[in-house]
């Protein structure tokens, strides 16, 4: 569930003491029934799948209610809404906003060369302005340029991989846990110096797969090979929404200051709510200043963002206790993650990346790199020299593994929404699971063996 920042201090904090790892059964019901549910009752999902997150939450917070008592409850609500939902809905929504106003096509790009040389350079730009910024911008434009494509599934799946997710490596703007080690210490450009051999070694390989792929089923569609690049035009309108993006990426660089305030016992920063104001006024901006004939022609609706908003509002309040359980290290019930990455208390590479990566992909990548990152060390110049190997691996498995699937990254499931809206019949969670397994695993495999 990648965002642009994180609040570091929320989530890891409470006044509750998650012992048991029960109390997890709430957020594992919500992946579990998003992922069988389809396959089991596909008619009852497709008509009230929406209400599975919210009867879980239900359940998690009556749970909060008996054994903690009622003030618990309302923190237990509040507490994750207000320090992280709050914004990380704010800055989504603002760049679907702004994205949605920028009209872009390629009317002659439906061949295999410009598909690969689309997400080639998709995701070398969602190392600089974020994996969330790229995608919501460059999706439209993709799934337009190959709207008359027969087979479509593996186009969203690729671009979620490389623009979604592992371009975002190369730099603090590309994904959140490379931001949150940036506000710890790490210099901004040691994840480009240290992790590009490993990125770019991904990237190319994906490329090269997905050129293999789209090949073949682009023969199978045509009975021919098509030059894909020759005679194409370059239109572009909406174009002012291109400085609102900007806006947004420098509002979340620089509005971080440490003052803040007390409200019923918690801390907030000034700086989130000026994030956040600022955030909405461009998303405004923005909609008041696009012509509507531009949004229309992007098929731009609020339905995607709505659907994203009302999932994640279940993920980030049933998420806590797990969250809660793994900052506790080796002193929690979840000690034996700890013990087998770290026996006696010498850190595996090979472990630490499969650990990391795995958490990851079902909770939010932003707290699990910042677990890491203390567990490890907490110390971000120790971390960028003598133990750059155990940063390195738990830097590149926090943003390459939200790929794997549609909740390990915030863009992923923003990207299926809106394939969703173009005619796509996208795979399920457990579908896409077939995919990301079937091509990211072995690649990570061999990451893993490099380490």
Known sequence: MSLLTYNES?????????????????FLGIIFSMSFLPLLAPNFSEKHGGAIPFGWTVVY?????????FHELISATLVPLLNDYVSFIIQIATLYVVAGGIFVDFPNGKGPVFNTMFLFFGSLLAGWIGTTGAAMLLIRPFLRANAQRKYKVHLMVFFIFLVANIGGAAT???????????LKGVDFFWFIQHLSSVLFGTIFALCGLFYIVDTILFKKETGRFAAGRDNISFIIKGARNLFFLVMVLFTVILCQFESSFEIAGQTYNYSS?????????????????TSKNIREKN???FAPIREVAEFFV?????VAPILSILSKGENGSLAMIFNWIAPNGEFILS????????????????PTFLIFFHLTSGNAAELMTTKAAILSSFSISTVFMGALTYIGN???LMVRSISEHHGIKVPSFLGFMGWSIGILAPIFLVISWLL
Do not use: H, Q, Y
Not at 273 to 289: C, G, P, Q, Y
Not at 314 to 318: C, D, H, Q, R, S
């Open 10 to 26: 929320s989530n890891l904090e409470t006044n509750m003491d998650f012992e048991s790892f029960l109390w997890a059964i709430p």
């Open 61 to 69: 917070l009556a749970c909060v209610a008996w054994f903690f008592g």
């Open 172 to 182: 603090p703007l590309g994904d959140p846990p490379l931001f949150i080690g940036f």
């Open 273 to 289: 709510i000026l994030r956040n104001v600022i955030l909405v006024s461009i998303a405004v901006l923005s909609l008041k200043t």
């Open 299 to 301: 098929g731009f609706t």
């Open 314 to 318: 279940a993920i980030f309040i049933t």
């Open 351 to 366: 472990k630490c990346f499969w650990a990391s990566g795995l958490l990851s992909s079902i909770l939010d990548n932003a």
């Open 410 to 412: 915030a863009p992923n």
